[in-house]
Nanobody, 123 residues
Framework: QVQLVESGGGLVQAGGSLRLSCAAS????????MGWFRQAPGKDREFVAR???????YYADSVKGRFTISRNNAKNTMYLQMNSLKPEDTAVYYC?????????????????WGQGTQVTVSS
């Protein structure tokens, strides 16, 4: 069983930056594909970015060039550096872990989820 805890959310003005962290425990972190998802009020949960155990990354078009996903397997932690934030980035951000293989962009493919952290971008 893997436990995931997100941190780093908050309120920021448009154009600003935030760095989210996802601390994992209870499993072999490097063996999991990891992803970030977000859910805005009244909308479905959407894919943001993913990173494989070896560090291969993939991004949603809406965040490409602004967000950077990374992981430190020695610290059992994944990160999401968010720059040039926009009001439409406002959402609850969730980290997720997928057993084995290349991490998916589909939320249904993930096995473990954190509780989420709120990101609010003011205009």
């Amino acid at each position: 069983q893997v436990q995931l805890v997100e941190s780093g959310g908050g309120l920021v003005q448009a154009g600003g930056s935030l760095r989210l962290s996802c601390a994992a425990s209870g499993g072999t972190f490097r063996s999991y594909g990891m992803g970030w998802f977000r859910q805005a009020p009244g909308k479905d949960r959407e894919f943001v970015a993913r990173v494989s155990g070896l560090g291969s990354t993939y991004y949603a078009d809406s965040v490409k060039g602004r967000f950077t996903i990374s992981r430190n397997n020695a610290k059992n932690t994944m990160y999401l550096q968010m720059n040039s934030l926009k009001p439409e980035d406002t959402a609850v951000y969730y980290c997720a872990a997928q057993r084995g293989g290349v991490p998916s962009y589909r939320s249904d493919d993930y096995d473990y989820w954190g509780q989420g952290t709120q990101v609010t971008v003011s205009s």
